[in-house]
Nanobody, 125 residues
Framework: QVQLVESGGGSVQAGGSLRLSCAAS????????MGWFRQAPGEERKFVAT????????DYADSVKGRFTISRDNAKNSVYLQMNSLKPEDTAVYYC??????????????????WGQGTQVTVSS
């Protein structure tokens, strides 16, 4: 089992920045990739970014490319999401996720088997 705890959400004005953190514990040696997803009210949970635990390759949703950066610190078993140039449409609950199965890609919720509790990000115009 892997446990995930997010932190760093909050409220910010458009154009501002926030940094989300996700600390993993438990069987972290089983992790292949970690990702961030977000869910706005009335919408499905959507992919934001992912990073391979070994090698560190990353991928992003088109809507956040150039503004968000995902990174990891293997020594701390943590993953981060630096969010810059935030827009009101970035408002959502952000979830950290971990995948303990090898996949060709990690864009979909069913490719991850561990989830954090979520952290609210609110961007005002």
């Amino acid at each position: 089992q892997v446990q995930l705890v997010e932190s760093g959400g909050g409220s910010v004005q458009a154009g501002g920045s926030l940094r989300l953190s996700c600390a993993a514990s438990g069987r972290t040696s089983s992790i292949y990739a970690m990702g961030w997803f977000r869910q706005a009210p009335g919408e499905e949970r959507k992919f934001v970014a992912t990073i391979r635990w070994s090698g560190g390759s990353t991928d992003y949703a088109d809507s956040v490319k150039g503004r968000f950066t995902i990174s990891r610190d293997n020594a701390k078993n943590s993953v981060y999401l630096q969010m810059n140039s935030l827009k009101p449409e970035d408002t959502a609950v952000y979830y950290c996720a971990a995948a303990s199965r090898w996949r060709g890609s990690y864009y979909y919720t069913d490719q991850y088997n561990y989830w954090g509790q979520g952290t609210q990000v609110t961007v005002s115009s």
